[in-house]
């Protein structure tokens, strides 16, 4: 698995799915249910505000009701199954199983100023209508009619302290590569579970030696990644491919802890139209069911809109030696360490996959697909990078406090996704 991120303004979110799932309750009691990993020192009903004026601001389309999920209401109603979900319910319906239409952040109806979904195609490389959801027309314009200034094209590269320890601004490069300083009063990182750690390991001072915020030694490590086998087949009868957003359906069948699969925590399944010619072409030479020369065309036309795609995010737990590191040779442009990953699929991890590529597989043979393959592990992909400044209430044991505030230097957050078992996405 290989890091992806998106480095611009509205980060991931320019490159997203928009699939929006929350988290469940479970997953911040890890330790309490399945004796693993640790508990959160917030539960799923403080955060649930948040999740819904979140929500709002960002306009999710979905279906209240969702017996396996935590109650909720949708700003908007749900993306259509269309030909492609009704197969996949149709399939899933056979085996018993749940599934629901997905929360999605995608404008089913105009919302805030935004045109609605009109199937141009698949959103993740961005959406030309405005429809999905990205942060750069949700959030940012927000701030900047509140009187923030967007300042683009810089590279933060280290916080600064003053005498009494506390944060005193950033030291950043601006656009033409001038060394600049920007004073401030509070300093909130939301540079993502890899570059929040790679800042704060270069912010270490002579008071701070070990990294910024790094009394406790965990800055950058439990690096989750949430490995994601991609399982796909392809049916008979034209589906509708990549006329619609991308994400159809969830089935959170498999979420929770049942020891009897030989494995604690879950995961989701995420059911998903096919891919667009392009991506369709390439995959299939790749794999040799292409071939060039006269079958050409008419094999493209027996896959091209016939491709079922089940994704399998899988839980990750937090693992110390899962981490993000400076790295001692490589830099950056400015001369800044580049971070280093390492990272080992746990055996409670890899035990899941395979479950969830089993009964992915189930599914698909229930609906009548052929020539079922797997992509255990995709590069570039999922782009969930969690975890590496811990949440908690023991300073020792934790870099952040339940409110995402340092525990060494008061005036500093860290905005990253923290603690024991986020899964989300
Ligand atoms: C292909 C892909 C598909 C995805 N699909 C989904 C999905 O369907 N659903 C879902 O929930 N999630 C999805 N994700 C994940 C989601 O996009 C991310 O989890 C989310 O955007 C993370 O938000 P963040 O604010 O923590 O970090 P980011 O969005 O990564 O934002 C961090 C920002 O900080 C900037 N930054 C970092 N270091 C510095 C520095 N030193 N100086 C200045 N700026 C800096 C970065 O450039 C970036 O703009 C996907 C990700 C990818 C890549
Ligand atoms: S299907 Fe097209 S219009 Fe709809 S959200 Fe995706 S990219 Fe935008």
Redesign the pocket.
Known sequence: MKI??????????I???????RMHPSDFRVKTLDGVADDWPIDYWTLEPYFAENDRVTGVAGLAGDPAYPPHQPTMPPVPLGKTGTVYAQATNKLGWHWWPSDIAVATTEYDGRGKCINLGHC?PGCAQGAKAS?DITYWPRAIRNRVELRTR????EIATNEQGMASGVV?YDANGVERFQPAEMVIL????V??P??LLNSASSRFPAGFANSSGLVGKNLMLHPWPMVFGYVDEEIDGDRAPQ?VMWSKEFYETDLSRGFVRGYTLQFSRGTGPVNEAITSMAAGRLPWGRDHHRVFRSLHYHRLLIGVACEDLPEEHNRVTLDPVLKDGHG?PAPKIDYTISENTRRMMEHGIARASDILEAAGAKNICCSRTLL???????GTARMGFDPERSVVNEWGRSHDVKNSLS???ASGSPQ??
């Open positions: 992806a991120n998106f480095n611009g303004v509205g980060g991931g979110t490159l997203y799915t928009a699939h929006y799932p993740t942060v810089c590279r933060v590269r950043y939301a540079a993502n579970g570059g929040t790679r800042l994400t800044i570039n992909y999922p782009g969930h990078l969690l905005l990253t996704a989300a996405g």
